[in-house]
């Protein structure tokens, strides 16, 4: 087994290398078609392993010592288990389709090579975060997805900076800043987290970590719980670190699917479920996680709402999907959160690759204000996202009506009414952004037609590669059962009480009435096509809605400019004034006494004779003075 | 007696000595200098050291003023030898500064009382005669060490002296001077 | 009574002229000159150290000196008849060629 673990781990890598060989060349269609082999063994790898570990249990490897200093010893190990292995399977799966995908979708880029380079790359660090056996490794692969996402969101990079108004994230490289700063505050916060677990425990297997759990003081226990939730909170892209993540739509459309959907901001969540023992001995924190995923959940589907943009859209829906998954982890049903992260990586890279497929179409047009009646070009994405969405929206027998109705049980479970009754309320918001875009895109009048766009269907292999995620995004809810079997081995069994299992009809009922409401109002609104309120579109609410809540404007001028500001005062001031003027000072005292006293060398022997002779009677002198002393 | 003659040959000696150091013609120096060390020879035998007044008038008087004559007639030095002393109070300054610390330290009552003589003069012998026995015996590696360092530097001198030795500098062109000047 | 002092005093004297001379003579012979000035005062310190200590090692030191101001006139010399052939010239002043 020790071998399919390193053809898994390592074959992204060997595809990455091999991209980057050619990175500096024009585009060559090989390296597109190695990487996505490569990443298809990797997937079968996963496959095989998520089998094994099925049958015989968990698999631990060690790849050699890593750090050994003193006492602490820190391997290259990997451990798969239950968890490990499904996030192997999801991430690999997503990541081949996604690589197929890109064959056909970055055919015209001139860094072809470069872009599946950094692809496989990613799936990489993906890979080494999912599979490690300790924070560090983790943390590892944590940079490493955090580099790649900044290398790919800053994709085109050429593009200029823009003004707010005329893109919202100003520029591909801007974003790619943002992102990576904000994942770097928050990295801090992990990284305090891993000290302090060091510090205490004395080791950062997860094993012993997890085993010296109860033997610790709560209140450091939750000291840790919040550092490692904050660098979740940054790779999840949770409040209130969450601007980068719609900012980070100005990456390549697979990226958007592959990284910001499907897996990496996946990571904060997986960090949780990893730390469960943590997190259920610290019920306090858990519960603001429950809580803070909530508020996430309506707050980005609230912005969802009015958006114009079709990745953005989904962006936001993606950070709602996110504050689900929180709840449900925060709520102690870790294995509902996994279960809902696996549903939602399927069914949000098929939207995302489905929005991709009409942004080919439009030309990179994103505006669905300027779209809409698409689904005679293209039937086959229509299908695609009509199935993600209703995925999405949670309608049955789709997989996200089995993994969203779960954690609503859960919510109710708990007693937790209030996180309930908002999950429900952005079920239906989910419902209504996602068949708002569904509508405004592919239904009702061809508003591209005088803009002068000729829309077509994308080629074949790639709807063919899609079809993996349509299916599963249709069949995966069937195998809740199975699944919650599969990892209730490794992870906490999660019981609905009585009460709960009386109400479950109910409760079912009462979700997909609201997810079909929004589904019919969004029928009734945007159907037939797209009728503008002017008094809705002035409204305050709908203006601060577009503007995110003014958040990024308000960091700007919160954080941003004070900053700037304040590097300007110790540039100009502090570092001109002070450092580099005691600098440059200790340089000219140096010249000025080094020329004043070059003027001893005058290789003239006579001088040099006087030098001498004015030493002699120095010394001399010095020679009385202390005879005299005594 | 012999405090007239330590003062009249110690006035005798700073005074040529002075004029070496201060004369401007070459021969006026060295022939000064000659006199002054033959007088320093004279203080010698008042000290009682004979042998190291006699190798005093031999060698410094002898050998080493003629070397110093034979080599004057290399160097065109029969017109005043012109120096620019850009500050002649500073040589004075440092002289006279040296010479008043050395006197004030030498003025100073600084003879040891318990100073064991580690080579007395043998009883009964001669100046010359003490001055074998301990130069054969005692110093007898140092001896053979500077009459090797004599014969090495007679080498040298001739090699060093000999060189191009049918190029006659005095008997050229002033013309042709400068080039050699810049071979330099 | 003539004192150690006094020969002291008087080679300090001699060794200062020396000194002078060694400072303020730019033509190397005359400066070779007051170096011979120089290792004379120190003969005749030694010399009258030996004699009023009773002590013959003061003389051989000067022996010593001796031999050794004799070999330097010997290489001097002989440097100093190169350093005309080559600049024509046994002023110090000449053989200034750093440009600093």
Known sequence: ?630 | MITFAFYLFAVLITGLFLVTVMSKNVLYAMTSLAAGMVLISGLFFILGADFLGVVQLIVYVGAVMAVYAFAMMFFDLSRDVEERHDKPWLIFLLGGGIALTLVVMFAAPIMGEAVHALYPPVAGATNPQAVGLVLFTKYLLPFEVASVMLLVAMIAGIILAGKKMEISLSAMDEDILPDTKENA | MITLNHYLILSGLLFAIGLVGVVRRKNLLMLFFATEIMLNAANLAFAATSSYYHDLTGQMFAFFIIAVAASEVAVGLGLLILLYKKYGSINLDDFTIMKG
């Open chain 1, 1 to 630: 087994m020790e071998n399919y673990v390193y053809i898994a781990l390592f074959a992204p890598l060997a595809g990455s290398l091999f991209a980057a060989l050619f990175s500096q060349r024009p585009k060559a269609l090989v390296t597109g078609v190695v990487t996505s082999t490569l990443l298809f063994i990797s997937f079968v790898a996963s496959v095989i392993l998520l089998n094994h570990v099925h049958h015989e249990g968990a698999v631990h490897v060690t790849l050699m010592d890593w750090i050994s200093a003193g006492d602490m010893s820190i391997p290259f190990g990997f451990n798969i288990d239950q968890v490990t292995a499904v996030m192997m399977t999801v991430v690999t799966l997503v990541s081949t389709v996604v690589h197929v995908y890109s064959n056909g979708y970055m055919d015209h880029d001139k860094s072809f090579n470069r872009f599946f380079s950094y692809l496989s790359a990613f799936v990489f660090s993906m890979m080494v975060l999912v599979m490690s056996d300790n924070f560090l490794g983790l943390f590892i692969g944590w940079e490493g997805v955090g580099v790649c996402s900044w290398l790919l969101i800053g994709f085109w990079y050429h593009k200029a900076d823009v003004t707010r108004d005329v893109n919202p994230s100003i520029s591909p490289s801007w974003a790619a800043n943002e992102a990576f700063i904000m994942n770097r505050i928050a990295d801090l916060g992990m990284l305090v987290g891993i000290f302090l677990i060091y510090w205490n425990i004395g080791s950062l297997q997860y094993a012993d970590v997890f085993a010296a759990v109860p033997s610790m003081n709560h209140g450091m226990l939750v000291t840790i719980g919040i550092f490692l939730f904050i660098g979740a909170m940054g790779k999840s892209a949770q409040f209130p670190l969450h601007t980068w993540l719609a900012d980070a739509m100005e990456g390549p459309t697979p990226v958007s699917a592959l990284i910001h959907a499907a897996t990496m901001v996946t990571a904060g969540v997986y960090l949780v479920i990893r730390a469960n023992p943590l997190y259920s001995a610290i019920p306090e924190v858990s519960y603001f996680i429950a809580v803070l995923g909530t508020f996430v959940a309506i707050f980005a589907a609230s912005m969802a709402l009015v958006n114009r943009d079709l990745k953005r859209i989904i962006a936001y829906s993606t950070l709602s999907q996110l504050g689900y998954m929180f709840a449900a982890a925060g709520l102690g049903a870790y294995w509902v959160a996994l279960f809902h992260l696996a549903a939602h990586a399927f069914f949000k890279a098929l939207l995302f690759l489905g929005a991709g497929n009409v942004m080919h179409a439009m030309d990179d047009e994103l505006d669905i204000f300027k779209m809409g009646g698409l689904k005679k070009a293209m039937r086959w994405t229509y299908l695609y996202m009509g199935l993600a969405s209703l995925a999405l929206a949670g309608i049955w027998p789709l997989a996200g009506f089995f993994s969203k109705d779960t954690i609503l049980e859960a919510a109710f479970n708990e007693h937790t009414y209030g996180i309930w009754l908002v999950l429900w309320f952005t079920a239906g918001l989910t419902a209504f952004y996602s068949f708002r875009q569904v509508f405004l895109t592919f239904a009702g009048d061809e508003r591209y037609k005088p803009l002068g766009f000729h829309p077509h269907e994308v080629q074949k292999y790639v709807l063919w590669a899609l079809s993996p995620l349509a299916i599963l995004a249709v069949i995966f809810g069937w195998f809740k059962e199975p699944f919650m079997e599969f990892v209730t081995q490794f992870l906490p069994a999660y019981e609905m009480s009585e009460h709960t299992e009386h109400n479950v009809v109910i409760l079912t009922v009462v979700t997909t009435a609201i997810a079909l409401g929004g589904i019919i109002f969004a029928w009734m609104r945007y159907y037939k096509g797209l009728k503008r309120d002017e008094k809705v579109e002035q409204s305050l609410p709908y203006r601060i809605l577009l503007n995110q809540y003014y958040i990024p404007i308000l960091y700007e001028r919160v954080f941003s400019k004070p900053y700037a500001a304040l590097s300007k005062v110790f540039w100009e001031d502090v570092d001109q004034q002070v450092v580099d003027a005691t600098v440059d000072g200790i340089a000219s005292v140096i010249q000025e006494s080094g020329d004043s006293s070059r003027k001893i060398q005058t290789g003239n022997l006579s001088d040099y004779l006087k030098l001498m002779s004015g030493g002699a009677l120095v010394l001399v002198a010095l020679v009385l003075f202390a005879a005299m002393q005594n």
